[in-house]
C-alpha cells in the first residue's frame, strides 16, 4: 500500500503571499526557496526579519528542530532540516513538514524526498505557464517508501549517509581543485597587470547601451546578445532571442568583431562588469543592459581590456563602482569611462594574450576532467538514494515488500 507524505507529516502554508522586507535590527530568518539546497538550509540564503514579521509568519506554526521545510518553487522539490542557530519562519512558496515522529524519522524522509523516485512524481505534479511551482494539496500527495520500523530507518539512514560521506568528500575535494584554479588565472591576471594607465573611455571609438526593443525565442527580427550570451569573455548565442518586432530598427545597434560588451545592470553584483568580445561569426544587436565599446585598434587589443576587466584589483574597482538601488547594481558610461586600466605597448598585449590563451586551454582540459567526475558523483549519488530506498543498499535491511520494492505502486 502506497504511503503519501500527509499520512506521516502535517503540511504547513505559512499562508502568506508577499515576501517579507528584509529588517536592519533582525530577530530571526525567513527561509525562501533560496535558502533551501542539497538537503540543508543556507541561513546565507535566508532573509533577515524582525520579531514582529518572525511573530506574524509563524501565527501558524513556529519551525522548530524535527521538522522540515520543503521548496514548492524553483528549486522544487528541494528540502532540508529546520536550523537551530535562529528563529526560523517559512518564507514565500515553502511548507513546514510537522512529522509524525511515531511512523517516520526525520532523516528517513530527508531522503526519500530526495530519492529519484519521489523527485520524478514531484516533477510530473508541477504547474506553471512561467515558473514550475507544486501545489500544497500534491505535496500531501508525494509517494514514499512503505515504511519499514523506526530502528530499521535509521540503520538504512545510518548506512545511506555513510556512503554518503565518501561521496560528498570526493565532491568537495573537486570543488576545491575547481577553485583553485579560478585562484590561479586570478595571480596570473595579477601579474599581467603592468603598463602605463589609460581611461577606459580614452581607449574607445565609440561607446553607447544597446536596444531596449522585446526580444523572444525564434522572433522575427536580428539576435539580440543578453547577459547569459556572455560566457568565459566571449559571445554564446546558443541560448538565443530575437527582436519580436519585424519592423523594428536595431541598425544602430548591430555589433562588429571586436566590439568589447559589459554587463551594466543585475540584481547580483558577480555579474556586474562581466565583459566578452564579440568574435567573426557573431551577427547580432546588443540589448540595454549591456554597454559596448568599440576600441581603438591602434593602441589597445580587446582581449587585453577583457582581460583587465577581470583582473581582481580592477573588478574590486567596478564592484566599488556598481551603486545598488532597490536591489539592482548599476554602472554607467559616466562610471566606466574614467576607469583606469593598466596599458603596455601591443607587442606586450600579444605577448600576455598568448599566455592567457594556452593558460586557458590547460585550464579548460582540466575543468572537464573535473566536471566529468562530479557528474560521475551525482549519479553515484543518485544510485545510493535509489538503492537505500528500494532495500539493495549494502549494509541494510530493509523490511520490503513481496516484489523487492520499497515505493508503492
Not at 266 to 290: H, P
Not at 361 to 382: C, T, W
Request: glycine content about 8%; overall charge neutral; charged content about 25%.
Amino acid at each position: 500500500m502506497t504511503v503519501v507524505v500527509g499520512e506521516v507529516a502535517q503540511v504547513i502554508d505559512c499562508e502568506h503571499r508577499t515576501a517579507p522586507r528584509e529588517d536592519k535590527e533582525p530577530f530571526g530568518v525567513s527561509v525562501g526557496t533560496r535558502a533551501v539546497r542539497n538537503g540543508r538550509i543556507d541561513l546565507h540564503g535566508a532573509k533577515p526579519v524582525s520579531k514582529e514579521t518572525y511573530l506574524s509568519w509563524t501565527r501558524r506554526a513556529i519551525p522548530s528542530e524535527g521538522d522540515l521545510i520543503f521548496s514548492r518553487e524553483a528549486p522544487m522539490g528541494e528540502v532540508g532540516a529546520v536550523p537551530v542557530e535562529v528563529p526560523v519562519c517559512l518564507g514565500q512558496r515553502t511548507v513546514l513538514l510537522r512529522l509524525d515522529r511515531d511512523r517516520i524519522d526525520q532523516r528517513f524522509l530527508l531522503y526519500a524526498l530526495m530519492s529519484p523516485p519521489s523527485q520524478q512524481w514531484i516533477g510530473e505534479n508541477s504547474a506553471g505557464s512561467t515558473v514550475l511551482h507544486i501545489n500544497v494539496a500534491d505535496v500531501r500527495r508525494i509517494p514514499l517508501p512503505q515504511l519499514p520500523s523506526l530502528a530499521e530507518q535509521r540503520r538504512i539512514v545510518a548506512t545511506l549517509e555513510d556512503h554518503l560521506s565518501r561521496v560528498d568528500a570526493a565532491d568537495a575535494a573537486i570543488r576545491q581543485a575547481i577553485d583553485r584554479l579560478t585562484v590561479l588565472r586570478a595571480r596570473v591576471l595579477v601579474d599581467l597587470c603592468s603598463g602605463d594607465p589609460v581611461r577606459l573611455g580614452d581607449l574607445a571609438a565609440a561607446s553607447g547601451y544597446g536596444t531596449s526593443e522585446k526580444c523572444i525565442p525564434g522572433g522575427p527580427g536580428p539576435a539580440v546578445v543578453r547577459i547569459p550570451n556572455l560566457v568565459d569573455g566571449r559571445v554564446n548565442l546558443v541560448d538565443e532571442k530575437r527582436v519580436a518586432d519585424a519592423g523594428a530598427d536595431v541598425s544602430r545597434y548591430l555589433l562588429a568583431p571586436g566590439d568589447l560588451l559589459i554587463v551594466r545592470t543585475n540584481g547580483s553584483v558577480d555579474l556586474i562588469g562581466r565583459s566578452a568580445v564579440v568574435g567573426t561569426d557573431v551577427e547580432a544587436a546588443f540589448a540595454s543592459y549591456l554597454i559596448r565599446y568599440r576600441l581603438r585598434r591602434d593602441v589597445v587589443r580587446p582581449g587585453w581590456v577583457q582581460a583587465m576587466l577581470s583582473a581582481p584589483p580592477i573588478r574590486a574597482r567596478i564592484e566599488s563602482l556598481a551603486a545598488s538601488s532597490a536591489g539592482q547594481h548599476n554602472l554607467s558610461l559616466g562610471k566606466l569611462d574614467p576607469l583606469e586600466l593598466p596599458v603596455p605597448p601591443l607587442v606586450s598585449q600579444d605577448a600576455a594574450l598568448h599566455r592567457l590563451e594556452v593558460l586557458d586551454e590547460q585550464i579548460s582540459r582540466l575543468r572537464s576532467g573535473l566536471v566529468a567526475a562530479q557528474a560521475r558523483g551525482d549519479g553515484l549519488r543518485r544510485s545510493l538514494f535509489a538503492s537505500a530506498f528500494s532495500g539493495r543498499l549494502p549494509g541494510t535491511a530493509a523490511d520490503v515488500s513481496a516484489d523487492g520494492q520499497m515505493f508503492g505502486t
